[in-house]
């Protein structure tokens, strides 16, 4: 027998394999890091890629607009807020003049409590703290010269000076996450959301570590060009949420510096695909919904082997529940996943038809087992998936119907870049 354990919001899932299957653990070993995050952006903000040190660069009289991730993105928010603005406090710029919004993109904004943790309570007294609302207070700033038209928060338009903060990772869509990110989808439009979102801007397959020639992050950069970002700081993590480095400076030169960071961390070497996938997002905050959670299935998918008996298994505490109206709806509409397919080739991109079509593109290497505890096992079956309500539940019936040749397990299955031999 396998025992193998999965995270699971802030706990995690267990299950044992019976004997005689073969079973890969996908999750590499990270050596610990010795030096605290603070101190990495600290070095970052003193040692800036491609631009003057953020001091340097702004004036008494700019309005500064700093750019943090929402509460759905695990990094050092905090402690990157609260470092931006000594520097601003530093460079003569009062609290007065800065203000933080909250890239939501398309997700729901956070509650106050929530912007204490992402921000800092302190900060959130100090300083005015708005969350994106991207069907709301938007303008027009152009087209990019790919054609995306580029509406913004109005919060964006009007700042001086603009610095948006991150965290590189992995990303399924744009290849890593990060720099030009923090604009689209970060604080865009849903006029920008629905034309970048949609195919065939969007890459799709997953596209883990694919940037280079991506039209994803190609549209996304020009946008955030268009915006005049005029710096960033962004923390660099391991499989393990571990902040391996800092980076901050140009939106280009910067970002392509963690990204080769995160790519020499993140990559794992892999031999086999399985006929049996389990993965989980790697727990809380990134499994709060199966909205989020899609993140895993988009590596889970790689990992899968071509074939009829294929299963693969989503681990996700989903405390939130199952996420937007319309991502629900068009799996429950639909009679085959293909057919959620074609919708999305017609229709295009609103809040949660993206994820419905990410699902859907992942019932098409095999069938989806969710496990949560959190979730309605009704609304599950009519989105055309099936439930369990643990792990070990859903390995005895899978094993039960049919002995799988090769179980994969990916416990942080968002945080890997899986490269095949061969």
Same mark, same amino acid.
């Given at each position: %027998?396998?025992?193998?354990?999965?995270?699971?919001?802030?706990?995690?899932?267990?299950?044992?394999?019976? &004997?005689?299957?073969?079973?890969?653990?996908? $999750?590499?070993?990270?050596?610990?890091? @010795?030096? /605290?995050?603070?101190?990495?952006?600290?070095?970052?903000? $003193?040692?800036?890629?491609?631009?003057?040190?953020?001091?340097? %660069?702004?004036?008494?009289? +700019?309005?500064?607009?700093?750019?943090?991730?929402?509460?759905?993105?695990?990094?050092?928010?905090?402690?990157?807020?609260?470092?931006?603005?000594?520097?601003?406090?530093?460079?003569?710029?009062?609290?007065?003049?800065?203000?933080?919004?909250?890239? /939501?993109?398309?997700?729901?904004?956070?509650?106050?409590?929530?912007? $204490?943790?992402?921000?800092?309570?302190?900060?959130?007294?100090?300083?005015?703290?708005? #969350?994106?609302?991207?069907?709301?207070?938007?303008?027009?700033?152009?087209?990019?010269?790919?054609?995306?038209?580029?509406?913004? +928060?109005?919060? *964006?338009?009007?700042?001086?000076?603009?610095?948006?903060?991150?965290? =590189?990772?992995?990303?399924?869509?744009?290849?890593? !996450?990060?720099?030009?990110?923090?604009?689209?989808?970060?604080?865009?439009?849903?006029?920008?959301?629905?034309?970048?979102?949609?195919?065939?801007?969007?890459?799709?397959?997953?596209?883990?570590?694919? %940037?280079?020639?991506?039209?994803?992050?190609?549209?996304?950069?020009?946008?955030?060009?268009?915006?005049?970002?005029?710096?960033?700081?962004?923390?660099?993590?391991?499989?393990?949420?571990?902040?391996?480095?800092?980076?901050?400076? +140009?939106? +280009?030169?910067?970002?392509?510096?963690?990204?080769?960071?995160?790519?020499?961390?993140?990559? *794992?070497?892999?031999?086999?695909?399985? &006929?049996?996938?389990?993965?989980?997002?790697?727990? !809380?905050?990134?499994?709060?919904?199966?909205?989020?959670?899609?993140?895993?299935?988009? /590596?889970?998918?790689?990992?899968?082997?071509?074939? $009829?008996? /294929? *299963?693969?298994?989503?681990?996700? !505490?989903?405390?939130?529940? =199952?996420?937007?109206?319309?991502?629900?709806?068009?799996?429950?509409? #639909?009679? @085959?996943?293909?057919?959620? =397919?074609?919708?999305?080739?017609?229709?295009?991109?609103?809040?949660?038809?993206?994820?419905?079509?990410?699902?859907?593109?992942? %019932?098409?290497?095999?069938?989806?087992?969710?496990?949560?505890?959190?979730?309605?096992?009704?609304?599950?079956?009519?989105?055309?998936?099936?439930?369990?309500? #643990?792990?070990?539940?859903?390995?005895?019936?899978?094993?039960?119907?049919?002995?799988?040749?090769?179980?994969?397990?990916?416990?942080?299955?968002? !945080? =890997?870049?899986?490269?095949?031999?061969?």
């Amino acid at each position: %027998m396998t025992n193998i354990e999965v995270p699971y919001g802030l706990t995690s899932q267990k299950a044992v394999i019976p &004997d005689g299957i073969p079973v890969q653990v996908v $999750d590499p070993e990270c050596p610990p890091v @010795t030096k /605290t995050v603070e101190e990495l952006i600290e070095e970052a903000l $003193d040692h800036p890629v491609g631009t003057a040190r953020l001091e340097e %660069m702004i004036s008494k009289e +700019d309005k500064a607009l700093i750019i943090v991730n929402d509460q759905t993105r695990p990094g050092p928010n905090r402690e990157m807020a609260e470092a931006v603005i000594r520097r601003l406090n530093r460079a003569g710029v009062p609290d007065s003049q800065i203000q933080i919004i909250v890239a /939501t993109g398309s997700h729901r904004g956070p509650t106050g409590q929530e912007i $204490d943790a992402l921000v800092g309570k302190q900060v959130h007294e100090r300083v005015r703290v708005v #969350s994106h609302d991207c069907k709301n207070n938007n303008v027009y700033l152009g087209t990019t010269k790919g054609g995306l038209p580029v509406y913004v +928060d109005r919060m *964006v338009a009007e700042a001086s000076f603009i610095i948006t903060t991150g965290l =590189i990772a992995p990303h399924k869509a744009a290849g890593f !996450s990060g720099g030009r990110k923090s604009i689209v989808p970060g604080v865009a439009g849903i006029e920008t959301l629905r034309i970048h979102h949609s195919l065939p801007i969007r890459p799709f397959e997953p596209a883990l570590g694919w %940037m280079e020639e991506n039209p994803f992050h190609q549209a996304a950069y020009e946008a955030a060009r268009l915006v005049q970002v005029k710096f960033i700081l962004n923390a660099v993590q391991d499989p393990h949420k571990q902040n391996v480095a800092v980076v901050a400076g +140009d939106l +280009d030169e910067a970002h392509k510096k963690g990204v080769a960071i995160c790519r020499a961390h993140n990559t *794992v070497e892999c031999e086999k695909q399985g &006929d049996l996938v389990i993965a989980s997002p790697g727990g !809380s905050p990134r499994d709060c919904n199966l909205y989020q959670g899609q993140k895993a299935l988009a /590596t889970a998918e790689l990992f899968a082997k071509k074939g $009829d008996h /294929t *299963v693969l298994i989503l681990v996700a !505490s989903a405390e939130d529940g =199952i996420g937007p109206q319309l991502f629900q709806d068009w799996l429950r509409e #639909s009679t @085959t996943p293909e057919a959620v =397919i074609e919708r999305f080739r017609s229709e295009g991109f609103d809040v949660g038809t993206n994820k419905a079509f990410e699902y859907a593109r992942a %019932m098409t290497k095999g069938k989806l087992v969710i496990v949560s505890g959190n979730v309605d096992p009704e609304q599950i079956r009519a989105m055309k998936m099936e439930w369990a309500p #643990s792990l070990q539940a859903a390995v005895d019936r899978v094993c039960s119907e049919r002995k799988p040749e090769q179980v994969i397990v990916l416990p942080k299955a968002v !945080s =890997i870049i899986p490269h095949f031999k061969g």
